[in-house]
């Protein structure tokens, strides 16, 4: 599960902002997650849950956001949603898509004490 590999870094880049910053525990934190990023919610919670223990982010509440697909058609030139990995164009079935968005996976938060 490579979830838990996730979490260990963000566990050290907090701990880079608690060295830098100096608080002492983390209270929340948001994640953003694409929806075609391959980082399934419910692992990434488990990971964190197990991960976070005996660090300043044991007991934080994680908030994950997930952030939908979209991409462009090179094709017919325009912005669409994408449900998953493999869709074509649902306007003129091109698979010539540019992905804009849902493959991030983003530590965008802390909330600390």
Avoid: Y
């Amino acid at each position: 599960m490579h979830e838990m590999a996730l979490c260990q870094g963000m566990l050290e880049l907090i701990d880079v902002q608690r060295q830098k910053d100096g608080f002492e525990r983390v209270r929340r934190i948001i994640v953003e997650v694409g929806a075609l990023g391959h980082v399934d919610p419910h692992a990434l919670r488990f990971a964190f849950d197990v991960s976070a223990a005996d660090t300043v982010a044991a007991n934080a509440e994680l908030d994950i956001r997930e952030i939908p697909g979209r991409g462009w058609c090179m094709d017919c030139s325009r912005e669409i949603a994408v449900e998953k990995r493999g869709d074509g164009c649902p306007h003129c079935g091109s698979f010539t898509l540019i992905m804009q968005q849902g493959e991030e996976l983003r530590l965008k938060e802390l909330e600390v004490v």
